[in-house]
């Protein structure tokens, strides 16, 4: 079963967490997830900037490393950096204390202060010990751009019914997902629709 938004359960195990901005304004936010890619990440760039948007990235820490002209690339662009652990590890499935070195560890390379973990999960004891140096960012919109199976129509026609006033929409900075397919589409449409898109103020209040 798909959940295209955060469940009751997610909403009260993170509740410190940022999901969605309250807001009554026609205004979303985009995020990326997994990259930065050479196979996807320049492709996406130039499409924000064609519509001038700008996004948070939540970068893989070792795709980071690795691309360090691609991170410099987003940056240029305006947009903000997220960290999204180095070794994209299942909370519920990793020791705390190696999940949280895993986090310092991707840190040098994406950022210190915002934080979105891989799968939506975390113990109780590793989100204690984020949240005293991070913001958590989850997300609203979950269109499955990832899942081969999916397929970008169904991606897109998601991203098309579930925004609302202040969502927080993810989508994932890789080849093997469609974000690139569908992103132009998705933008257009919620421009003819009265949205903006906004950059999360993550030094403000949640």
Same mark, same amino acid.
């Given at each position: 079963?798909?959940?295209?938004? $955060? ?13 969605? /901005? ?15 890619? $050479?196979?996807?990440?320049? %492709? ?33 662009g305006g947009h903000l950096i997220g960290n999204h652990g180095y070794n994209h590890f299942d909370g519920w499935r990793t020791d705390t204390a190696q ?18 973990? $891989? ?6 004891? %590793? ?5 005293? !140096? ?23 026609? /998601? ?6 006033? &202040? !969502?927080? /929409? ?11 397919? /569908? ?10 629709? &009265?949205y903006r898109f906004g950059l999360l103020d993550v030094s403000g209040n949640k």
């Amino acid at each position: 079963m798909r959940f295209f938004r $955060p469940g009751f359960l997610a909403a009260w195990l993170y509740h410190e967490a940022i999901f969605r /901005i309250r807001t009554t304004e026609k205004v979303l936010y985009l995020t990326f997830d997994d990259g930065p890619d $050479p196979g996807s990440t320049p %492709q996406l760039l130039d499409v924000l900037k064609a519509h001038d948007i700008r996004a948070l990235f939540f970068c893989d820490g070792k795709a980071a490393e690795k691309h360090i002209n691609l991170m410099n690339q987003i940056r240029e662009g305006g947009h903000l950096i997220g960290n999204h652990g180095y070794n994209h590890f299942d909370g519920w499935r990793t020791d705390t204390a190696q999940y949280l070195n895993d986090v310092i560890v991707a840190s040098n390379f994406t950022s210190d202060k915002i934080f979105r973990p $891989p799968f939506g999960r975390l113990s109780n004891k %590793q989100k204690k010990r984020l949240l005293e !140096s991070y913001k958590l960012i989850f997300w609203d919109i979950m269109a499955y751009d990832f899942d081969s199976t999916f397929g970008s129509v169904k991606s897109l026609k /998601i991203l098309k019914e579930k925004i609302r006033p &202040g !969502s927080i /929409i993810v989508l994932h900075d890789t080849v093997s997902s469609c974000a690139n397919t /569908i992103i132009d589409e998705f933008l257009t449409f919620a421009g003819n629709s &009265g949205y903006r898109f906004g950059l999360l103020d993550v030094s403000g209040n949640k």
